[in-house]
């Protein structure tokens, strides 16, 4: 069964990481991962179900962390500014990560099945903000728009939180992104 | 080289949907679609590529309507409107087609590659939205919010507008999404 390796998965992650930007995610093994990260294959896949795993296991952290911030807004709150304290609290959460999100973003921009799969990954995050905010009670299509309105601004926050300088603020660039959703669907 | 047939890409794309339909997508072989068509294999792959391109290849009409209405909104209509009139105008060529676009969309749903397709041609619209609002000097991130606000709107309106009675105005409820829209956004 192999030793106990309690940084195993981080350890492999790095390695993978590493890989994927000098060679490429399609041109990388799993083997080559492992023996980069010094363990076994058997190793990696106790952690992942197979490589493009390491580079998205964090999204349904990320989607659990939206619903739970969703679920726990005041009971006052409209739909919008629900989803939009989810997408902040989350846009905090990778706050803390920049170099590594910078650095998984440009290996999935190289790469164009792995875009689609995190096309997918966003159209989940979408569903599951959407279905939280029908728990509170939020009929369509109110609870679908909010929650598509909220991913878009998401998306749109993180590609200038990642291409701008390292000071920049993602929560702070999330609120000023639905200021301007807001500007832009009054016709401004 | 074989017969001119005039109707040949009509009686393909008939004769796909109903095998789609009837068996599944994955089940469908193009010989047998070229068999029930009365067609050669030959003729099916000088019109399509492969049998999802049966399903996916109006994508590029649609996509060239929604910028060519881009394009052509007056100059001092505001982002939103600009796109507001060109999924208003896209739903108006579907509006056409509400059967073929019923058994499309149901085909799509049960199959997991073929929803992944489609979310990547949505992410294409999108960006085609975009491209053609910074093309009339619209800067970003209005563009992309802009965009990425008409296709989720078009997206919710296109599920309103099969699911409910035969009688239903696509462009009606696309306009009425984009208030829904307006109203979300705004708190309410």
Chains 1, 2 share one sequence.
Do not use: C
């Not at 999100?101 to 792995?114: D, K, P, S, V």
């Amino acid at each position: 069964m192999g030793r106990w390796e309690p940084n195993a998965r981080g350890r492999l992650e790095q390695a993978a990481m590493e890989l994927y930007t000098e060679r490429g995610f399609e041109q990388t093994t799993v083997a080559e991962i492992a023996k980069r990260a010094g363990l076994t294959e058997r190793t990696f896949f106790r952690h992942f179900a197979d490589k493009r795993e390491v580079l998205f296991w964090g999204s349904r952290t990320l989607q659990q962390h939206f619903v739970d911030a969703v679920a726990g807004a005041p009971d006052s709150a409209a739909p919008i500014d629900a989803i939009a304290g989810a997408i902040e609290a989350g846009a905090a959460l990778l706050q803390e990560r920049r170099d590594y999100a910078r650095q998984r973003h440009a290996i999935i921009a190289a790469n164009a099945e792995l875009r689609e799969r995190e096309l997918i990954k966003l159209s989940w995050l979408s569903a599951a903000l959407a279905d939280a905010l029908r728990r509170r009670g939020v009929t369509d299509p109110a609870a679908d728009l909010a929650a598509e309105a909220g991913i878009a601004v998401f998306r749109i926050a993180f590609e200038r939180w990642i291409s701008t300088s390292a000071q920049a603020d993602f929560p702070q660039l999330v609120r000023e992104s639905f200021e301007e959703l807001k500007a832009v669907t009054a016709g401004k």
